[in-house]
């Protein structure tokens, strides 16, 4: 299978984690150079934090800046638009979407990840809800995660198709309401695919300590059993996107790494 390798990029979910020097990082380096160390190891980066603070266009210009033009960025979206959504919806995205335009004209936005919570239900109103929300960003290149099973229907993935935008293939734990890419052949369609590897930590799943959830190091045939999935999507999709999300203990990027030498 001839596959671009260039099409494929490889990276985690966010970068800036102490605990990961002398693990990825060099022990001496300043976390002010995190990111500038990053770009020399990876293609892309997913941006978490915008999903806690409302991005600005000077904070989003940094990471560019920084990074020297040589990564691309998939950024996720405030909780204002996944977790907390009100009436206001349409006043933070319209926030967000003034900070994320200068990153979309220097062609280094690859992607917005829209993460909707095991809470957005497969509701006449929530796809009404989604289907405006994913209008509303029209002209950039989307993505949407869902964290409940009643999502994964073939009605769903022709309504994303329709609207441009992608769905999220991710690896979790095998629990009851979520979505699993081992069980579930989640399509691969539309411009990006867009994998995301949370990790398969079933007993800290919904545990309420921050990150327990992704304390998960993938062994060496889970992360070959990817290779064959990602080579599927690059033959439907111009671009893959990987990014894992398993951070404590710099696993993600110790991960990362052994997985882009696989490819």
């Known amino acids: 299978m001839n596959i671009d390798k260039s099409s494929i990029l490889i990276g985690t979910s966010g970068y800036d984690y102490p605990e990961w020097?002398?693990?990825?990082?060099?022990?001496?380096?300043?976390?002010?150079?995190?990111?500038s160390y990053y770009a020399t190891q990876f293609n892309a980066l997913e941006l978490n934090n915008t999903f806690y603070n409302m991005p600005t266009q000077e904070r989003l210009l940094s990471f560019y800046e920084r990074?020297?033009?040589?990564?691309?960025?998939?950024?996720?979206?405030?909780?204002?638009?996944?977790?907390?959504?009100?009436?206001?919806?349409?006043?933070?995205?319209?926030?967000?979407?003034?900070?994320?335009?200068?990153?979309?004209?220097?062609?280094?936005?690859?992607?917005?990840?829209?993460?909707?919570?095991?809470?957005?239900?497969?509701?006449?109103?929530?796809?009404?809800?989604?289907?405006a929300l994913i209008q509303k960003f029209e002209g950039f290149p989307l993505v949407i995660e869902f964290r409940h099973?009643?999502?994964?229907?073939?009605?769903?993935?022709?309504?994303?198709?329709?609207?441009?935008?992608?769905?999220?293939?991710?690896?979790?734990?095998?629990?009851?309401?979520?979505p699993d890419g081992k069980?579930?052949?989640?399509?691969?369609?539309?411009?990006?695919?867009?994998?995301?590897?949370h990790g398969r930590n079933e007993n800290s799943w919904y545990a309420n300590e921050g990150s327990a959830r992704y304390t998960y190091d993938y062994s060496e045939s889970e992360l070959q059993s990817f290779v064959p999935v990602i080579q599927s999507a690059a033959v439907v999709c111009k671009k893959v996107y990987v990014f894992f999300n398993n951070h404590p203990n710099g696993s993600g990027a110790k991960n990362a790494q052994r997985l882009k030498q696989m490819l």
């Not at 020097?21 to 990111?35: H, M, S, W």
């Not at 909780?79 to 959504?85: F, K, V």
């Not at 009643?150 to 609207?163: I, N």
């Not at 579930?184 to 539309?190: D, H, L, T």
């Open 183 to 197: 069980t579930i052949q989640s399509p691969f369609f539309g411009e990006n695919a867009y994998i995301r590897l």
């Open 21 to 35: 020097k002398g693990v990825f990082y060099p022990q001496d380096l300043k976390r002010a150079d995190f990111l």
């Open 149 to 178: 099973n009643e999502w994964v229907r073939p009605s769903v993935f022709d309504g994303l198709q329709k609207l441009n935008a992608g769905l999220v293939y991710c690896d979790m734990p095998q629990l009851k309401y979520l």
């Open 67 to 131: 990074t020297q033009g040589q990564v691309q960025f998939s950024i996720k979206v405030n909780r204002l638009l996944t977790h907390e959504i009100t009436q206001l919806w349409q006043t933070a995205a319209d926030e967000f979407i003034k900070a994320v335009a200068p990153l979309a004209q220097k062609n280094v936005l690859s992607t917005l990840l829209f993460q909707l919570p095991q809470s957005f239900h497969y509701t006449d109103e929530n796809r009404l809800y989604l289907a």
